[in-house]
């Protein structure tokens, strides 16, 4: 009886230790590509304002105005550029408060491309500086 006992708590020890290691690797194997795919955080704004993100692999700068007439519309303009050799792109997107996405995209170490984007009755949006 005492042997039945023993054999079967291994057999439980293994599992957990298997478990706990998954569980390690899994948590290294996330946290590694959200370093890689998130970039910089998100930036939602109202204009005026502007921003001039870096993270690694990529730099921007962008800025809100209100333009039209009496102010109602949002122009968003900028650029971003790829800093990295490393076969990646920088992107900047722009998502609008009434749910309108765009985005311009640098590929190639060096590459720095203009963006200018335009918004009929917007007056605010989420801008975002990410490399992939």
């Not at 998130?38 to 993100?53: F, Q």
């Not at 730099?59 to 971003?80: F, H, M, P, Q």
């Not at 992107?91 to 963006?115: D, E």
Request: glycine share 10%.
């Amino acid at each position: 009886m005492l042997q039945v006992l023993e054999r079967k708590a291994g057999q439980f020890a293994m599992p957990a230790v298997r478990k706990t290691l998954t569980s390690a690797i899994a948590a290294t194997v996330l946290a590694t590509g959200m370093m890689f795919a998130s970039g910089a955080p998100a930036s939602a704004a109202t204009c005026p304002s502007s921003s001039s993100p870096k993270t690694t692999g990529g730099k921007a700068s962008w800025t809100l105005a209100c333009v039209g007439k009496e102010g109602r519309d949002l122009k968003i303009y900028g650029w971003v550029e790829d800093t990295a050799p490393d076969n990646r792109c920088a992107r900047v997107t722009i998502k609008t408060r009434q749910g309108k996405t765009v985005g311009r995209t640098a590929c190639g170490y060096g590459v720095r491309k203009q963006f200018s984007y335009e918004f009929d009755y917007e007056f605010g949006a989420t801008v975002k500086l990410s490399v992939s």
